[in-house]
């Protein structure tokens, strides 16, 4: 399914992705009170990163994910484990059965929605007063390693911007006014990476690659010289995980 954000150059690249916080996650299942065999809808499902630790829960997981390549890569990571189906679909559109749903997530694919319209459609898979989650992956950008990082991409790009993965998600979850009981919550998790595999992981960076244009490539060979420079093999990349949940409203 094509869609505004193709990620297909990308798909491979995003197998290196740093998991989510485990402590967090078993917090947000805690507050959506979901236990083994609720049923989940996982929405922009990517490389199953949110979606394996849910199905690990017991959870039955409905995976929808609109882009090809990523949703192949899903697939093929949780082929062993029979309480998921992957299915084709957006955000904003899922095709998945109304009302049937104890949970809806988003891992880091709330922002390349159009959110007033996902939300309608979080609402229409809820069961009564069930919950929605979005949440992403932030780099701790006061590590030295990761200031440098960015230092490097703001040679290229002066106004480089985050988007609306890094805003606080609270406002347009209230104005929507589809939900109680927003809530942000947050885990640290420390990634430790293989220096390919970190630059791998930038090649995967869909808001840089955006934003970049023809200075892409440009820039990851610097950031990849800058990590070889470090004559280490592995890096430690400390993440926050930062979440929101919110109850539907009846």
């Known amino acids: 399914m094509k869609t505004e954000w193709d990620y297909t150059k990308l798909a491979d690249a995003y197998l290196k992705r740093p998991e989510y916080a485990p402590e967090l996650l078993d917090k947000l299942f805690d507050i959506a009170e979901i236990s083994k065999n609720s049923k989940v809808c996982d929405i922009g499902a990517g490389a199953a990163h949110l979606t394996i630790p849910m199905v690990l829960k017991g959870f039955s997981v409905d995976a929808v994910e609109p882009n090809d390549a990523m949703r192949a890569n899903g697939i093929k990571r949780t082929a062993h484990f029979d309480n998921v189906s992957w299915f084709e679909g957006t955000g904003e559109n899922t095709g998945r059965p109304f009302g049937e749903y104890d949970f809806v997530s988003f891992g880091s694919s709330f922002n390349v929605c159009d959110r007033s319209l996902a939300m309608k459609e979080i609402v229409r898979l809820l069961k009564s007063n069930k919950w929605f989650t979005c949440m992403w992956n932030h780099r701790q950008l006061d590590d030295p390693i990761q200031q440098e990082i960015e230092n490097i991409i703001k040679k290229y790009i002066q106004d480089y911007g985050y988007g609306t993965r890094r805003e606080n998600q609270t406002k347009v979850i209230e104005e929507s006014g589809l939900f109680s009981n ?69």
């Not at 930038?202 to 934003?211: D, M, V």
């Not at 004559?231 to 926050?240: A, C, D, G, H, R």
Request: glycine fraction near 4%; charge should be negative; avoid cysteine.
């Open 182 to 250: 927003i809530t942000e919550e947050t885990g640290i998790i420390v990634h430790t990476q293989q220096i390919v595999d970190v630059v791998e992981a930038w090649r995967s960076h869909g808001t840089l690659h955006r934003q970049a244009g023809d200075s892409f490539h440009k820039i990851i060979e610097d950031i990849e010289k800058y990590l070889v420079s470090l004559k280490t093999e592995s890096i430690q990349v400390p993440y926050m995980t930062r979440a929101w949940i919110a109850q539907k409203k009846d």
